[in-house]
């Protein structure tokens, strides 16, 4: 069960002054090091990503946009969440048991404050009431895993074919490719600890998307095919596009963007949890068009 509010009540009012009043401040998103001192009625404290990503014990995704191969720079005031036991809990037969038994686990509450918009007693606040066999793990493993993807440095397409400086023809197939790093391309694995938990990830690009300036799009699977003279005027089997106009209308050259998709598995160590994150990026050339160019006798 998942409500939104702007005004705080009285009970996400108390645990927010109980996370930012008399406790340690957090370095950063996803930072657990807070003073629970204050805290008897939170069971932990936690910062979560941007991406939304604050209790999920599944998948979750965060697609962060670039240009030139960079990352997209991630806004540091991340929300705080607080998960307690719901007290006292709801009766049995209450559709916040999901269908379980009181003895089979309990019901949390899980509180998300935007501490970025905290005005006195106003801010963007998440509420999230669910079941658990156990109580939560102290650090929400989807954080975790965005952390090790944080690390990772992940980039752009190392494009590799058409090259800036190439000179390609209307009608003569381009093979289209990319330079193959762990940084461009995968697999790259990090890993990200806190509080006895250890989140291991796995990137790879899934597929490339290719938008070729003259208003067609290619969808390659793969890295793409190395072209080779003894190819002469095959068309690439992976990857590869047919231009049927010149770019002398765009100034001389088309701007082809390539833009990777990053397919990244978490999983906790020793089991249990685990999912999947989604990262976007994107690189640039451009690429002179002409036609052929008849040579006279």
């Known amino acids: 069960m998942l409500t939104r509010a702007v ?20 370095d950063g998103p996803g930072d657990t090091n807070v003073d629970a001192g204050n805290c008897t009625a939170v069971m932990f404290c936690v910062g979560v990503g941007t991406d939304g990503s604050s209790g999920s014990q599944g998948s979750s995704t965060s697609t962060t946009a670039s240009k ?34 009181p ?24 509420v999230e009431t669910f079941w658990a066999a156990a109580p939560p793990p102290a650090v929400d493993p989807a954080v ?4 090790a993807v944080d690390s990772m ?16 023809t209307i009608g003569v197939p381009v093979w289209m490719w990319v330079n193959e790093s762990q940084t461009t391309y995968g697999p790259n694995t990090a890993s990200a600890s806190a509080d006895g938990v250890t989140v291991t990830a796995t990137a790879k690009v899934s597929k490339i998307v290719w938008k070729m300036g003259d208003g067609s799009t290619v969808t390659c699977n793969g890295p793409g095919t190395t072209y080779t003279s003894s190819k002469g005027m095959a068309e ?12 002398a209308d765009e100034g001389g050259k088309f ?41 006279g006798s």
């Open 103 to 126: 003895d089979d686990g309990a019901v949390y509450t899980r509180i998300c404050i935007d501490s970025s918009e905290f005005i006195g007693l106003t801010a963007e606040t998440t």
């Open 236 to 247: 690439s089997p992976t990857c590869g596009h047919v231009y049927s106009k010149t770019s």
């Open 7 to 26: 005004a705080l009540g009285a009970a996400t009012a108390a645990a927010f002054a109980c996370m930012t009043t008399g406790a340690q401040a957090a």
């Open 255 to 295: 701007q082809l963007t390539a833009t990777s998709t990053w397919s990244i598995d978490w999983q906790v160590a020793g089991g249990g949890a685990g999912g999947q994150l989604t990262e976007i990026r994107q690189n640039q050339v451009q690429v002179a068009v002409g036609e052929l160019q008849a040579v």
């Open 144 to 147: 975790l895993a965005q952390r």
């Open 153 to 168: 440095t992940l980039l752009g397409p190392d494009i590799a074919s058409p090259r800036a400086a190439g000179k390609y």
């Open 68 to 101: 030139g191969g960079k990352a997209a720079k991630k806004d540091p005031d991340s929300p705080v969440c607080s998960v307690s036991k719901l007290t006292p809990p709801p009766p049995a037969g209450s559709a916040l048991w999901e269908g379980h038994s």
